[in-house]
């Protein structure tokens, strides 16, 4: 008997082709977009962007229709407001940086969505990343780099269970971009020249700060002092939420020459300002570790990391410290190592594991 796949369709080329592939080999497939977003007037917003947004299911639904194959809209849109958007208004409210598309992975695309898949009768479900699964000679699932480094997205995936990876395919992982549009092409699936979705879905316009202000009217903090690490004040700033590690732009500081945010104080609303080097840091605590590859870590292990997805990564030593504590040395001082940003670890290929930046 065919196992049963429900692939979740963003009405986006990749996942298009990860349909039509699974077909291909054999399975019975079923395309889900998934509706996360919370009123008409903001779906509205979104119809030219964003991967769950109206335009997705119009696209999403054609190619069902091309691949002849079933096609649902499966209704997310509380566990995405309670696993995304309210954890990422409360991180930043505490200072910190998060990465919605990680907690979305785990909790809404992954946790809800093969949930609701594996009630229905499906054996696994898939998606469009570019990333590998395979099971290793330890028994243990880990996700494997892509073919192509230019869009491996491993790094957003590494907080996924064992459960959840052994129910999961991606099979566009074995596949460069442009194979990929040239299958859509070559098929006739509708979105084949359509671009990638690059922004934060429920963010289309990029003003973190607004939406912020929009989602807990009131609660956000005021304007605040810049200041030196050693606490002199050199002017105001629009209040913490408009900031993050790293950022140079729009600080509004006649300073002379660039300058940079080296850390945010949520506890006394200050953004510390410093020079280019003060945003290195040569190690960083983490914690929520997810271990994906390996069970444990008994003894430190020298691996491959990397601090934010555009990060081309790092070797450094980790070393297990707690229950849930990992200290890890750069050999190399990392830039703009952020609290809330995901630090994950790989083993040649292979995702070891990670973690939250604290």
């Not at 079923?30 to 979104?46: N, S, Y």
């Not at 330890?138 to 907080?159: E, W």
């Not at 003894?299 to 707690?322: D, F, I, L, N, S």
């Not at 890890?328 to 995901?342: D, H, L, M, S």
Request: proline share 4%; with cysteine; hydrophobic share 35%.
């Amino acid at each position: 008997m065919k196992k049963k796949v429900v692939v979740g369709m963003s009405g986006g080329v990749d996942s298009s082709v990860a349909a039509f592939l699974l077909k291909e080999q054999g399975y019975d497939v079923i395309g889900v977009t998934m509706q996360i977003w919370q009123d008409e007037e903001e779906a509205a917003r979104e119809e030219s962007g964003g991967c769950c947004g109206l335009s997705a299911v119009d696209d999403a639904r054609r190619v069902a229709q091309v691949l002849e194959i079933p096609y649902y809209v499966m209704n997310f849109k509380q566990e995405f407001k309670s696993n995304v958007m309210d954890y990422f208004v409360k991180e930043y409210l505490a200072g910190r940086t998060p990465n919605p598309c990680i907690a979305c992975n785990r909790y809404v695309k992954w946790e809800s969505l093969l949930k609701r898949s594996m009630e229905i009768g499906a054996d696994y479900i898939a998606t469009g990343h570019y990333a590998r699964i395979e099971q290793l000679p330890n028994g243990r699932f880990a996700i494997r780099n892509s073919v192509t480094a230019k869009k491996d997205q491993t790094y957003a995936l590494y907080n996924l269970t064992q459960y959840q990876l052994s129910h999961t395919l991606m099979p566009v992982g074995a596949y460069h971009k442009e194979e990929i549009r040239e299958l859509a092409i070559r098929n006739d699936l509708p979105v084949a020249h359509k671009p990638d979705s690059q922004d934060i879905c429920f963010v289309p316009d990029g003003d973190y700060a607004g939406f912020i202000e929009r989602e807990v009217p009131g609660k956000v903090p005021g304007p605040g002092n810049f200041v030196t690490k050693d606490g002199t004040v050199l002017g105001q700033h629009k209040g913490i939420t408009h900031y993050t590690v790293g950022q140079r732009k729009g600080l509004g500081l006649a300073m002379g020459h660039q300058v940079f945010v080296s850390e945010i104080r949520p506890e006394t609303d200050e953004v510390v300002i410093g020079e280019a080097e003060d945003v290195f840091r040569s190690e960083l605590t983490c914690s929520h570790i997810n271990y994906m590859s390996v069970e444990s870590l008994p003894e430190p292990k020298r691996v491959w990391a990397k601090v934010r997805y555009a990060h081309q990564g790092e070797w450094c030593t980790m070393e297990q410290t707690g229950e849930d504590k990992i200290h890890c040395r750069f050999e190399k001082p990392v830039r703009a190592i952020t609290p809330g940003q995901a630090v994950v670890f790989y083993d040649g290929e292979y995702i070891l594991g990670g973690g939250v930046i604290d």
